[in-house]
């Protein structure tokens, strides 16, 4: 694996470059779900085989744990970022960026550019 570059363009720290794996612009949402729908197949093959808090095998359509669910988003952020090189901190300040502006919104709305804010870096846009 490579060493985790900030070659991005047009002022960016990531986005646009050479040197990494991107997601195609416009198919991020996309893409969060598929994560969203293979997350929610997992928690409920669990749940049907009484794994977990689910001690008994259940047929039906419960609704998904909200805590587990955010756990398990957080939990992978930060396996991802350690496996790439990123610094846990510059996710951590970057992720509160978005988590903030959507608690002030109080909605969501796809979002293709976040901020990331890196503490060898500052503030730069993804």
């Known amino acids: 694996m490579q060493k985790l570059t900030h070659n991005g363009t047009g002022g960016r720290s990531y986005g646009g470059d050479p040197n ?3 997601i ?3 198919h ?3 893409v ?3 994560i969203a729908d293979t997350l929610t197949a997992t928690m409920r093959l ?4 009484g794994v977990g808090h689910d001690v008994e095998a259940y047929e039906g359509d419960k609704a998904l744990c ?6 398990a988003l957080f939990d992978a952020a930060v396996e991802l970022a350690k496996r790439e090189g990123q610094p846990v901190r510059e996710l951590g300040l970057s992720m509160a960026q978005l988590f ?3 608690a002030a919104q109080g909605e969501y709305r796809a979002t293709e550019e976040m901020t990331v804010v890196s503490p060898a870096f500052g503030r730069v846009s993804l």
């Open 20 to 22: 990494l794996v991107h």
């Open 24 to 26: 195609p612009d416009h």
């Open 28 to 30: 991020r949402a996309d």
């Open 32 to 34: 969060g779900r598929e």
């Open 46 to 49: 669990l749940a049907t085989l």
């Open 66 to 71: 909200p805590g587990c669910y955010m756990i």
């Open 100 to 102: 903030t502006r959507l």
